[in-house]
């Protein structure tokens, strides 16, 4: 009986001993907590990307086994949104964001991961970048003597919405909204601008435009020069005039079928007898007028220009008439020499011209086109421009000029007379 006394006794003395144990076991265990974490200051902001971070400066007790920013356009972002992924325990991390919208108002959180649960830093706002859109002008087309038709297309919006565009215009060099301009309508894109209100045998100089919420930027440059009248050919034909120097140009090639008295020049089509010919002939590129007559006009040999060869007939419209070596060199004088010429002379840009058509400007408006030519094949469409003068070299060739896309100059040759060439037509 004392002995089973004793060992109560015993047991009610480690009773106490046992209960401290849990205590403190139980003590130990609460001590863990969140970690704690900072965001750094946000940097390298662009329109899509971002840099942050943060430093974990305390793990609560427990190893943090994940940390990095998460960041949403909503308030108080959490891992549920995006996030990075930036290693794990204490210390400081960088974080690389991504995948932003232009313009987008973001917040940003850091992280930090232990067994306890997420903690999260105090929050930072930022704005992905925005800009002034990014566009180009569109090339000249449809010219008269009064208006003309451009436009733009822009690329990029800049991350804010585009809410005006159009193309501004003025005699000399970069225009702006304030200077004459259009209105066609708003948002990123291509759009067409009518110009209208010129006036005739001008200069003018033209850029695209588009607005936002930034600031308004520009298109290239482009110069142009509105005609000076129109001449119809005995076919009806209608051809745009340029005024350039004292001398008054077509500023199309000649795409008639007859002489002025109303007689046909022979169309051949057949290889063989271009290559045979002595006498006058003429020629659609690729024998496929649908395609090429409207833009680039007819093919020439010589014989069909020159009188002694066609019966003293006048190919050019009435009162019109195809230009000599010397009225060619006249022209090329006004221009500063025939090095450059040809760029002043060409269309500008690569709607009908290959790349890189060097030094384009047209802006004499004489418009010329890569038509090509014919010899014993078609050739150079897109590449070059051959116009025949009215001037013979001897006997079996005629002065003629070279224009390429290659190059901004005026090529003085003599090429054999059955070539097809086109022809531009002077005023008398």
């Known amino acids: 009986m004392k002995t089973i006394k004793s060992h109560l006794a015993s047991f009610s003395f480690l009773i106490p001993g046992l209960f401290l144990l849990f205590i403190c076991s139980c003590k130990k265990e609460s001590s863990k907590d969140l970690a704690t974490v900072t965001v750094a200051t946000m940097s390298n902001i662009t329109k899509t990307t971002a840099t942050s971070g943060g430093e974990v400066t305390s793990n609560g007790g427990a190893e943090v086994t994940a940390r990095g920013v998460c960041w949403s356009t909503n308030a108080n972002p959490t891992t549920a949104d995006k996030k990075t992924n930036d290693g794990s325990g204490t210390g400081s991390f960088t974080s690389s964001i991504t995948g932003l919208n232009a313009g987008g108002v973001y ?32 090339s000249l087309a449809a010219v008269t003597t009064t208006s003309a038709t451009s436009g733009g297309n822009i690329s990029d919006d800049g991350g ?14 970069n225009p702006t909204i304030e200077n004459n301009k259009t209105t066609d309508g708003t948002g ?18 033209i850029r695209a435009y588009a607005t936002n919420s930034i600031g308004t930027s520009y298109g290239d440059e482009i110069l142009f020069k509105t005609y000076t009248g129109t001449v119809t050919d005995i076919n009806t034909n209608i051809y745009s005039t340029v005024t350039i120097g004292s001398q008054v140009w077509m500023a199309e090639n000649l795409k008639t079928t007859k002489y002025n008295d109303g007689t046909s020049v022979p169309l051949v089509a057949e290889q063989a007898k271009w290559n045979a010919l002595t006498a006058p ?4 590129y690729n024998n496929d007028e649908a395609t090429y007559k409207a833009t680039y ?16 007939k006048n190919i050019c419209p009435t009162g019109w008439h195809v230009p000599t070596e010397k009225e060619w060199e006249a022209l090329e004088t006004f221009l500063n020499g025939e090095v450059g010429a040809g760029g002043k002379l060409k269309e500008a840009g690569l709607v009908h011209w290959l790349s890189p058509n060097t030094g384009a400007t047209n802006e004499t408006g004489f418009t010329a086109l890569p038509a090509g030519s014919r010899g014993s094949t078609y050739m150079g469409i897109t590449n070059d421009a051959n116009f025949w003068t009215s ?32 022809v531009r037509c002077l005023k008398n």
């Open 281 to 284: 002939g003429f020629c659609w």
């Open 297 to 312: 006009g007819a093919l020439y040999n010589w014989y069909s220009l020159d009188a002694a060869s066609n019966g003293g």
């Open 160 to 173: 804010a919405a585009v809410t005006a565009r159009g193309v501004c215009w003025k005699t000399s060099s």
């Open 107 to 138: 917040n940003v959180r850091a992280y930090a991961i232990n067994s306890v649960g997420t903690a999260y830093s105090a929050q930072v706002t930022f704005n992905a970048l925005s800009s002034v859109p990014v566009l180009t002008t569109t």
């Open 391 to 422: 001037t013979e070299y001897n006997s079996g060739s005629s002065m003629n000029r070279f224009i390429s896309c290659s190059n901004s100059n005026v090529h003085i040759l003599f090429s054999g007379k059955q070539n097809g060439f086109s």
């Open 188 to 205: 990123a894109g291509a759009f067409s601008s009518s110009i209208a209100g010129l006036t005739a045998n001008t200069t003018y100089y």
